[in-house]
């Protein structure tokens, strides 16, 4: 199994920085891609940005050019680096990863317990 744990969530002004930070621990053959989603009230989760085991990256047009994703593959650690916040990204950001368990399966999600943005305007 993989166990997810985030840090870095917090309050911040508008036009503020905050980096998240995600590492992976447990058993497992392989990490894959990790990434970040966020959900907001009563909406469905929505992908922030993604990195491949490659360090391909993929964001949301509402990130692009303000936030970047990045990984410690050594440490199974997955980081977002948020600049100029905005009230809307105000929400909850969850963690990921599709890790393969044993040799030859295919990859499954797994989650974070989520952490809190605040963007005070």
């Known amino acids: 199994q993989v166990q997810l744990v985030e840090s870095g969530g917090g309050l911040v002004q508008a036009g503020g920085s905050l980096r998240l930070s995600c590492a992976a621990s447990g058993s497992f053959f392989s990490i894959n891609s990790m990434g970040w989603y966020r959900q907001a009230p009563g909406k469905q989760r929505e992908l922030v940005a993604s990195i491949t085991s490659g360090s391909t990256t993929n964001y949301a047009d509402s990130v692009k050019g303000r936030f970047t994703i990045s990984r410690d593959s050594a440490k199974n650690t997955v980081y977002l680096q948020m600049n100029s916040l905005k009230p809307e990204d105000a929400v909850v950001y969850y963690c990921?990863?599709?890790?393969?368990?044993?040799?030859?399966?295919?990859?499954?999600?797994?989650w974070g317990q989520g952490t809190q943005v605040t963007v005070s305007s």
């Open positions: 990921y990863t599709d890790a393969k368990i044993r040799v030859g399966e295919y990859p499954r999600r797994y």
